[in-house]
């Protein structure tokens, strides 16, 4: 299957949830595995705060989902990395 079909069903089987505040950056087969990658988006109300702003991204995490058709799925999330700008400190959860 092509990459983009690859995306259409990953954006298919993942919860509502997940897709209002990550997207699929990209998904990967191979004969055992499928990997989605997810990036966190920037919320409405964070690109309209000057105080807060994105500095690149976290470290990826994997997270094993349950198998489909027989392959493991492995979702690797990478999270915002905020910044206050007044104080230049890193906030940890918005």
């Given at each position: 299957m092509n990459n983009q079909g690859l995306l259409s069903l990953a954006q298919l089987i993942l919860p509502s949830e997940i897709l209002l505040n990550f997207e699929v950056t990209g998904v990967e087969e191979d004969s055992s595995f499928i990997r989605i990658h997810l990036d966190e988006m920037v919320k409405a109300e964070y690109k309209?705060?000057?105080?807060?702003?994105?500095?690149?991204?976290?470290?990826?995490?994997?997270?094993?989902?349950?198998?489909?058709?027989?392959?493991?799925?492995?979702?690797?999330?990478?999270?915002?990395?905020?910044?206050?700008?007044?104080?230049?400190?890193?906030?940890?959860?918005?």
């Open positions: 309209s705060n000057p105080d807060i702003e994105s500095k690149g991204f976290c470290d990826a995490v994997t997270i094993r989902d349950f198998p489909i058709r027989n392959k493991g799925v492995d979702l690797i999330v990478r999270r915002r990395r905020w910044y206050t700008t007044k104080r230049r400190i890193g906030i940890q959860k918005l």
